[in-house]
Nanobody, 126 residues
Framework: QVQLVESGGGLVQAGGSLRLSCAAS????????MAWFRQAPGKEREFVAA????????RYAESVKGRFTISRDNAKNTVYLQMNSLKPDDTAVYYC???????????????????WGQGTQVTVSS
């Protein structure tokens, strides 16, 4: 099990940018697929992006393709989500998650992920 701590959320105007970080504890971080999910009020948690342990396989939700970029630094036990051209519809609590199985294709369903952070709020004003 790894402990995950997200940071970097905040309030931004539409069209702006934010970079989220997820710091992980534990020596096995580098072997896990890492993902970002988000949950808006009254809605189900939805997949945003994920990256395989090596960074060689990446997957995005259609709604964020071309605007968001996921990356990881295994030496720092950290995964990032660079969010550009933000829209009010991106407003949500963003969660970091770890998939111990790390099978391919990369999982986009929340129940496939084993460890979760506490979340960080992102609010995009119009």
């Amino acid at each position: 099990q790894v402990q995950l701590v997200e940071s970097g959320g905040g309030l931004v105007q539409a069209g702006g940018s934010l970079r989220l970080s997820c710091a992980a504890s534990g020596r096995t971080f580098s072997s896990y697929t890492m993902a970002w999910f988000r949950q808006a009020p009254g809605k189900e948690r939805e997949f945003v992006a994920a990256i395989e342990w090596s960074g060689g396989n990446i997957r995005y939700a259609e709604s964020v393709k071309g605007r968001f970029t996921i990356s990881r630094d295994n030496a720092k036990n950290t995964v990032y989500l660079q969010m550009n051209s933000l829209k009010p519809d991106d407003t949500a609590v963003y969660y970091c998650a770890a998939d111990h199985g790390s099978l391919l294709p990369i999982a986009t369903i929340a129940r496939n992920y084993d460890d979760w952070g506490q979340g960080t709020q992102v609010t995009v004003s119009s």
